[in-house]
């Protein structure tokens, strides 16, 4: 098995085909763990994993703590409300105190995009992004390849349909460039308003507006969260109006090829963006994901300490 | 004392071209001849060998920050005055977005105080349309042009209220005074940190289109047709601008423009992973607009070279990129990035000493000429020297600038104000 020499995981335009394949494969065999009566191994005993959490997360922080603690590491939790951040610290400050402490690898949450690059160009550690402002959230991408791969055995030729706020997700950013890399054909879906500028020149995706197109050919529907906040930015006018146009329901799903996947990176408006049939029917593989999530951040963890 | 300029190439625009001497004399310009013709009367005299140097008119930047009163850890008048002469600029007008803001004559009065205690740049304060910055009040113009103003903005805070602005350009007529305006619809921009386009979309970081800026040039170009008061534009950065104000020029509205070197040297990308220093309001833009704003300069919509000198310290510049402040510097590089339009065809080098001197003096209602008479505000460069730049050794107080390591081509020699040298690489 080749060796995985990334210090850091900053998004996914960094990581190659091979590494990210890596990554898939390391997770597919961690997965087993999970499923162990003791579901623990020693593999990074001794290591320390600070989980640095800038901006409020339950999903992604609980799944790597629970993916370090499954590997045996020390993992130590901090949100920016109890760190120095309040105090006006500023984030190189922070992770320079955080680095005396002698960490191996800092998971980082922020609400800026690019804060990791600060942390991976001044730091020891190996830095994982766990989210970072609209850019990046390349552990979130991975999860839903290992999903995906895993029903459908291939992500090459795949068509997958990202439905949402596309202009502020990072989700959307990392899987455009995922999944576009491992060969998959990658559609995006949303008013006008919520796409940003350059979309299609510079993720190479198809961009359309009708909810119908993005429906009907794609093997994998990702729905992604409106936040109710946008309404006020003038992206749209109601929740009501949205979800007539944008929201996947029984309805809609009608136009969908028959063994389509529903994913949703949550956390879900139930009703909003997807009905809750739809979220809990036989198409949803919503919670295959979060257990995904565990597998390829314990993947994630053991590759960027050195394992491989 | 006398000091004698001998051998350089002296580019006065519309008067002169040739090889010629220049002799200075209790401050003013005392003689100009061919080669030769000047002997030295004295031992006193300062002998320059100008051979293979451009000597011109004193440069102005019209459009500098310095960070004194209040963010003196930035830039003081003193180290900004001395970072202008080190870059050939023999005079600069200061942005009013100071901390008190200089909306008053007494603190007109104190930059001016300040600016007598340093190295003998010139320093022309610029005060602010409203109190504070704030867009509810106007300055008093009248007292703050007494007090030495040479003009109002309200630079990087623009003024909101159509009604305000239109108020603003109509008294300004009945002063005489200058109206600079920083052209920008802070709701279009909604606070969006770089160009809006792929890289934004790439980096996740929220844009800021073109419109932004254009809109409130197309406002202000129609409030100065509406009044008749002289408008100068600011920090051009846009396609759109550019032809908005090729436009109002043709229809002899009386608005001028500037841009600045990182204008028309660097597109988005410089912004690369993060690097706040290239970071600025307005933000770099396409490659359209770089064309755009060379063309601008080359057929005269744009009259004005200029740097926007925004010097910030690690602090303001070593954090996210959201997070990190607007700005750079450009005293020091201004010349040399200046150097590279004449390089490239697309000024002629009077031309570039049009825009950083002749035309900054004629909207400001300076001088600027090499005449016999005159005070000798004189800048000397070579315009072949090749440098490096290195930010740690700047005289500016700050490191902000897009250009550290960059090789460039053309540097100031010599900086005279008024008969006095303020920066010397020749001796």
Redesign the interface.
């Known amino acids: 098995m080749q060796a995985f020499t990334k210090k850091d995981i900053l998004d996914m335009t960094s990581l190659s085909v091979e590494e990210m394949s890596l990554i898939l494969d390391t997770a597919e065999r961690m997965k087993e763990i999970s499923e162990r009566p003791v579901k623990k191994v020693p593999t990074l005993r001794g290591k320390t994993v600070i989980l640095f959490f800038y901006e409020p997360s339950t999903r992604t922080r609980t799944s790597f703590d629970i993916a370090a603690k499954r590997l045996s590491a020390d993992s130590i939790s901090l949100s920016g409300s109890t760190s120095s951040m309040v105090k006006g610290e500023?984030?190189?400050d922070t992770a320079r105190n955080l680095e005396a402490m002698k960490p191996d690898i800092i998971v980082l949450r922020?609400s800026?995009?690019?804060?990791p690059?600060?942390l991976a160009k001044s730091l020891k550690a190996s830095i994982v992004n766990a989210g970072?402002?609209?850019?990046?959230h390349p552990s979130q991408s991975l999860l839903d390849m290992l999903t995906v791969r895993e029903h459908r055995g291939k992500l090459k030729g795949l068509r997958i349909s990202i439905i949402g706020d596309i202009t502020h997700s990072?989700v959307a950013?990392s899987n455009c460039v995922g999944f576009s890399k491992m060969g998959a054909h990658v559609t995006v879906c949303a008013p006008p308003t919520l796409i940003?500028?350059?979309?299609a020149?510079?993720?190479g995706v198809h961009v359309t507006h009708q909810m119908k197109e993005a429906v009907a050919d794609a093997d994998v529907i990702m729905m992604l969260r409106i936040q109710k906040e946008r309404q006020s930015?003038f992206f749209f006018p109601s929740e009501r109006e949205y979800s007539r146009l944008y929201g996947l329901n029984r309805e809609m799903m009608a136009y969908a090829k028959s063994d389509v996947l529903i994913m949703h990176p949550g956390p879900i408006n139930r009703g909003l963006e997807i009905s809750p049939e739809v979220a809990d029917g036989p198409h949803s593989i919503i919670l295959d994901q979060v257990t995904s999530g565990i597998a390829v951040r314990m993947a994630i963890l053991y590759l960027v300490t050195g394992g491989a | 004392m006398q000091i004698l300029i001998k051998g350089a190439r002296v580019i006065d625009p519309g008067k002169m071209d040739a090889l010629m001497d220049i002799r200075v004399d209790n401050g003013v310009i005392a003689d100009i001849q061919p080669p030769g013709v000047i002997l030295p009367l004295d031992s006193a005299v300062i002998v320059y060998d100008a051979a293979g140097c451009i000597a011109t008119p004193g440069l102005i930047d019209m459009h500098v920050h310095f960070r004194e009163p209040g963010q003196e850890y930035k830039e003081t008048i003193a180290t900004g005055c001395s970072a202008a002469a080190a870059g050939g600029f023999a005079a600069v007008c200061t942005m009013p977005n100071t901390c008190p803001v200089n909306d008053n004559a007494q603190v007109t009065r104190f930059i001016l105080s300040r600016a007598a205690e340093a190295c003998g740049v010139r320093v022309y304060p610029v005060g602010a349309v409203s109190k504070s910055l704030e867009g509810k009040s106007l300055s008093e113009f009248a007292e703050l042009k007494a007090a030495g103003a040479i003009a109002v903005t309200d630079d990087g805070m623009p003024v909101r209220s159509s009604l305000m602005m239109r108020r603003a350009m109509e008294y300004a007529t009945g002063i005489g005074l200058l109206i600079i305006s920083h052209c920008e619809d802070l709701e279009l921009a909604s606070g969006g940190c770089m160009n809006e386009g792929e890289t934004a979309t790439r980096l996740g970081l929220s844009g800021i289109p073109n419109i932004a800026e254009t809109l409130m040039v197309l406002r202000d170009i129609a409030l100065s047709e509406l009044t008749g008061a002289r408008l100068h534009i600011a920090h051009v950065s846009t396609f759109e601008s550019v032809r908005a104000i090729r436009e109002a020029k043709r229809n002899g509205i009386p608005v001028t423009a500037e841009t600045a070197p990182h204008y028309f040297t660097l597109t988005e990308e410089a912004v690369g992973a993060y690097n706040t220093h290239a970071k600025m309001n307005p933000p770099l833009r396409t490659q359209k607009d770089v064309n755009a704003v060379c063309e601008g300069l080359a057929d005269g919509t744009i009259d004005v070279i200029a740097t926007d000198h925004a010097p910030h310290s690690p602090v303001e510049k070593a954090v996210e990129f959201d997070h990190a402040a607007n700005g750079v510097i450009g005293l020091e590089t201004s010349l040399a990035l200046g150097l590279r339009l004449v390089a490239s065809g697309v000024l002629s080098m009077t031309g570039l000493v049009e825009k950083m001197s002749s035309n900054p003096a004629r909207i400001l209602g300076l001088t600027s000429t090499l005449s016999v008479g005159v005070p000798a505000d004189i800048t000397v460069f070579s315009p072949e020297r090749a440098w490096t730049v290195d930010a740690r050794q700047f005289r500016s107080m700050s490191r902000n600038t897009p250009f550290d390591d960059w090789v460039l081509k053309g540097k100031a020699m010599l900086t005279m104000v008024g008969g006095k040298v303020v920066f010397d690489e020749m001796t």
């Not at chain 1, 970072?132 to 990046?136: C, F, L």
């Open positions: 500023t984030l190189l922020h800026s995009s690019g804060a690059y600060i970072d402002g609209m850019h990046a990072r950013r940003p500028k350059g979309m020149s510079s993720y930015g």
